[in-house]
């Protein structure tokens, strides 16, 4: 006669061999998936454009990052270009007459949008941002000369440079029909910064710090070959 109480039936040992094994296989993919990463960043790098001298009389541009993330540093008006062409003062909420300088970076749309402070960040964001690939956007905040007292790094070029880097920028940009860039509505991290739609998709190996050594080799500067994290992508730049 039953007592009332049911029983959970054991779980086959077979079955429990099957999981462990699996496991196994996982832990063993992580590994192997790691070490090849860990192989790309090391050769990423090895430097190009071994030849780069800075121009004394030249453009000056500059390289920030923090742990996660470099951006790219340019005057806003030189012979070249005129920025505010491109991303006029109505875009922003503060008021960025007074800029001099833009900070411009590349990066995974979900992981800008949704992450406004680190406080901020979710591990399923991040995870998607690092596993996946995911559409990018463009962030661009207005500033002033200021921001190369905050540990940056600048380096000089000729405007022949500069105008190859523009063209990577442009290259960069999603426009709509009239050439006009998309803003992303409603997403800003202040009253000086907007967001933008960018072609190319994020993956772990093309990321935000890929695009900004990219944009640098382009242009002629001596650069790692590859640059995922941040901190190599001024690895080879000048010292100050």
């Known amino acids: 006669m039953s007592d009332g109480t049911s029983t959970v039936p054991p779980v086959p040992i077979s079955f429990q061999r099957r999981m462990l094994r699996l496991c196994r296989r ?12 860990l192989f790309i960043v090391i050769v990423g790098l090895i430097p190009v454009n071994n030849d780069f001298r ?3 009389d030249g453009i000056t541009i500059g390289v920030t990052s923090n742990r996660i993330h470099a951006d790219l540093i340019l005057p806003v008006i030189t012979d070249e270009i005129d920025w505010r062409e491109l991303f006029p003062v109505g875009y922003f909420k503060g008021d960025t007459t007074l800029a001099t300088h833009l900070v411009l970076g590349w990066g995974d749309k979900g992981f800008y949008l949704e992450t406004p402070r680190w406080a901020d ?4 964001t991040a995870a998607k941002a690092l596993l996946l690939p995911s559409e990018s956007c463009l962030h661009v905040a207005m500033t002033t000369e200021r921001i190369f007292e905050n540990g940056t790094q600048s380096i000089s070029i000729s405007p022949e440079q500069y105008h190859q880097l523009v063209e990577f920028i442009h290259a960069s ?3 709509d029909e009239h050439g006009r860039v998309i803003q992303i509505k409603n997403y800003a991290f202040g009253q000086n910064d907007a967001f933008f ?3 190319g998709s994020y993956t772990a190996i093309n990321s935000c710090n890929t695009w900004t050594g990219r944009a640098l080799k382009t242009s002629g500067v001596r650069v790692g070959w590859l ?3 941040p901190k190599t992508v001024g690895l080879w730049l000048p010292q100050e």
Do not use: D, Q, R
């Not at 996982?26 to 990463?37: E, P, S």
């Not at 960040?121 to 399923?124: D, I, L, N, V």
């Open 26 to 37: 996982i832990a063993k993919a992580i590994g192997y998936l790691l070490l090849l990463y």
């Open 54 to 56: 800075p121009v004394s």
């Open 121 to 124: 960040m979710k591990a399923s």
């Open 173 to 175: 940009i999603t426009v």
């Open 197 to 199: 739609e960018a072609h």
């Open 227 to 229: 640059t995922p994290l």
